[in-house]
């Protein structure tokens, strides 16, 4: 069966003419214009963007607070940049199913993509269940070793999230620093996520203060995942679109948010 009057590309308004016939076309010819014209209006719609767009279109203003001068020297020049990643189950990047998919690598394919004259390389020095205190006793053997330009030190959560305390920790975050900072690395600290098992601890907060404190205090970058993923939630995306299922971790989203938005916070330092 042909229906008159065309497809519903090219509907117009009609004469009363053309509105009989109309009333006079098969019900499935009418009904097929309408199905027609329903589609063509749903492609004109966008997808809706993905959680870890939305996440990167909340912190797009996002700063580091602290220049790298080692790091820039090198992508200005277009040189190998050499960056260790060390930390916990977030570094290791904990329920995702490739490593591919870890903020390090996905860090290394934005940077990358933004600096394509410069080859980015990422050592990811993640460890499961690693405190402050455990990631430094493996600095010279697992970060300082490899002559890094950068290091990214996510710290912390582990040491309160199950009912530590932080009290005294200021003092082994700065010494920490100062190991990285002597080698002749930059140094960026990554800080908690926003995540209800973080937001549980008493201590939380005093973790977020001595981090932020020691950033400053000792002119190094911060990355402040937790306030990346809090203003992700207050700009809309659903609580639990940046973390996995057990209330801690970072989803794949999370992750590719995290990572994307650390190289262009790198990619920005110093411009």
């Not at 492609?43 to 220049?67: F, K, M, T």
């Not at 995702?96 to 860090?107: G, Q």
């Not at 000792?218 to 940046?242: C, N, Q, T």
């Amino acid at each position: 069966m042909v229906c008159p009057h065309g497809s519903a590309s090219n509907v117009r308004p009609r004469s009363p003419t053309e509105v009989t016939r109309l009333r006079r076309t098969p019900a499935a010819c009418l009904a097929a214009l309408v199905i027609a014209a329903s589609q063509g209006a749903l492609a004109e719609v966008p997808a809706p963007p993905s959680d870890a767009e939305a996440c990167l279109a909340a912190n797009r203003s996002l700063s580091l607070g602290a220049p790298l001068p080692h790091t820039m020297a090198r992508l200005k020049a277009g040189d190998l940049l050499r960056i260790v990643a060390v930390g916990s189950s977030s570094t290791t990047g904990l329920w995702v199913l490739s490593s591919d998919a870890t903020y390090p690598e996905v860090m290394r394919r934005e940077l990358a993509r933004l600096r394509p004259q410069t080859r980015i390389e990422i050592i990811n020095r993640g460890r499961i269940g690693e405190t402050i205190t455990g990631s430094m006793a493996r600095f010279q053997r697992d970060v300082i070793a490899y002559g890094p330009d950068l290091v990214i030190w996510q710290l912390g959560t582990n040491d309160v999230a199950w009912g530590g305390r932080a009290d005294g920790l200021k003092e082994q975050v700065t010494e920490g620093v100062r190991m990285l900072k002597a080698s002749g690395a930059d140094v960026i600290l990554m800080d908690l996520q926003y995540a209800p098992l973080v937001l549980a601890s008493s201590q939380h907060s005093i973790m977020q203060a001595i981090i932020a404190e020691v950033a400053r205090e000792e002119r190094v970058g911060l990355f402040p995942r937790f306030a990346l993923m809090r203003r992700s939630i207050d700009a809309g995306l659903p609580a639990g679109a940046l973390l996995s299922w057990d209330g801690l971790h970072n989803s794949a989203a999370g992750y590719d948010c995290v990572g994307r938005a650390l190289a262009r916070a790198v990619h920005a330092n110093g411009r």
